[in-house]
């Protein structure tokens, strides 16, 4: 029996199970945090709010707390749950599977063979912006090797963009040639996002609208991040 047709009482049971080995094994089944962190999230805490499990002690606690709409969320959860599970196990080489992964998993194997990783990304990531006014603005990014139009780097998947918003130098702090102070390196940001696609729109808040956005980008392959291209920055936007 596949994990789609189990009951739902046994369904939260295998859901938990499987994410808890997602989590504790992702190197062993040659995945990456950022192939797992979705449905990590997806799953939750008692506490996270919109989660799996926040709306199961709901579910779970009958016609006190059991409404419609929890119903509702719970189906549309299981749905999310699923797809993202039968993606990650999708990915997982049918190499490195075992007889616990199977068991957990509910499933013979992945459906990728064995393939041979890519090779290092070479590519500098290369963003341009159109502002939109309070503080939303897009985001598209170009390679070194082709400059023809936004569109991701050979061997990747994605982009990282790190990131934190600062305030403009003030009338003396500009006489004194002091500049937008931005952080030393890209792991020392306040804010790390992933972007599947090369153009994105990010929206910063109208109430950041004249500070600056100090930031490092850079071409990344989520499932191989040892392949992630240099970075690019730090760099520095206004924010309109």
Known sequence: MT???????????????????????????????TQIAIIIALLGTDATTGSWCYYWILYAGGDATCTRNVIKAIDTLRAKLEKELSKILDDIPASVWNDDDR?????????????????????????????YGGGKMKMACKSTHDQSRAKKAENSDGLQF????????????????????????????????????????????????GRVLAFYVRWFNSKHPDKAGPWNGPLTKNIL
């Open 3 to 33: 994990i789609q047709k189990l009951k739902i009482e046994q369904f939260n049971t295998a859901i938990r199970n499987a994410v808890a080995r997602l989590d504790s094994d992702f190197a062993r089944l040659k995945l990456s945090e």
């Open 103 to 131: 068991s957990y998993f509910m499933r013979t194997t992945g459906l990728d063979p064995e393939q041979t990783p890519p090779g290092e990304i070479t590519d500098e990531c290369l963003p341009a912006f159109t502002q």
């Open 162 to 209: 790190n990131y934190d918003i600062v305030d403009q130098p003030t009338a003396s702090e500009t006489e004194d040639k002091k500049t937008v102070e931005v952080a030393a390196s890209p792991d020392t940001c306040a804010h790390r996002v992933f972007f599947s696609k090369a153009t994105n729109t990010i929206e910063l808040g109208i109430e950041n609208s």
